[in-house]
């Protein structure tokens, strides 16, 4: 599995990422114990703070987290849009 850390962001604490590797090692085993396979990604970012920073680890590419992404931003954005209806 891979961390992804942005272009230009800090590297990560050597801490958070033992503690995401393990946490997918357990979501992995969790979701995909049957035949049917499933992908997954975990985004991990502090509460409280100015700072916008977020790191992420996934069982699948870089490419097809960010196609998902978009279209949960995309249901996001639609399920809260004024269209008239109770």
Do not use: W
């Not at 987290?65 to 279209?71: C, H």
């Amino acid at each position: 599995m891979a961390i992804y850390t942005p272009p230009g962001s800090m590297p990560l604490e050597p801490e958070m990422s033992e503690l995401m590797n393990e946490l997918a090692e357990m979501i992995e085993k969790v979701i995909n114990a049957s035949d049917k396979r499933f992908g997954f990604c975990l985004m991990v970012f502090p509460f409280g703070t100015d700072c916008r920073r977020m790191n992420s680890i996934a069982n699948t590419s870089r490419d097809e987290v960010m196609a998902l992404m978009k279209e949960q931003v995309e249901r996001f954005e639609a399920r809260f849009q004024t269209k008239g209806h109770a």
